[in-house]
């Protein structure tokens, strides 16, 4: 059972990137998916969660109408997309898949507490 992530690399600022997560061993789909990330020096911030329903969805205010998530539960994977990177992106980002609601306070806890299943991170870097 894991989430392997992958897509990170260097982007200028302006720039897009595709992050991927897919899952071995257990159905993505059914799970709450959560993608989070960790700059230089900061905490783990949950930047957006997409319910298990499909019918929730949250996108923290630094990334909303940038980011997208988006599933393919043919493939297992959950991408999101990253538009008009700024310097500020540049993190780790992680993916994670638990069996939980999806919300703004839900997702704050979640990057605290370290729940359900994580990928290892890949990091994304934007240059200006």
């Known amino acids: 059972v894991q989430l392997q992530a992958s897509g990170g690399g260097l982007v200028q600022a302006g720039g897009s990137l595709t992050l991927s997560c897919t899952a071995s061993?257990?159905?993505?789909?059914?799970?709450?998916i959560g993608w989070f990330r960790q700059a230089p020096g900061k905490e783990r911030e949950g930047i957006t969660c997409?319910?298990?329903?499909?019918?929730?969805?949250y996108y923290a205010d630094s990334v909303k109408g940038r980011f997208t998530v988006s599933k393919d539960n043919a493939k297992n994977t959950v991408h999101l997309y990253m538009n008009s990177l700024n310097t500020e992106d540049t993190a780790i980002y992680y993916c994670?898949?638990?069996?939980?609601?999806?919300?703004?306070?839900?997702?704050?806890?979640?990057?605290?507490?370290?729940?359900?299943?994580w990928g290892q991170g890949t990091l994304v870097t934007v240059s200006s």
């Open positions: 994670a898949a638990e069996k939980t609601q999806c919300g703004p306070t839900l997702v704050k806890l979640w990057a605290r507490s370290g729940l359900g299943q």
């Open positions: 061993g257990f159905t993505l789909s059914e799970y709450t």
């Open positions: 997409e319910g298990y329903s499909g019918l929730t969805s």
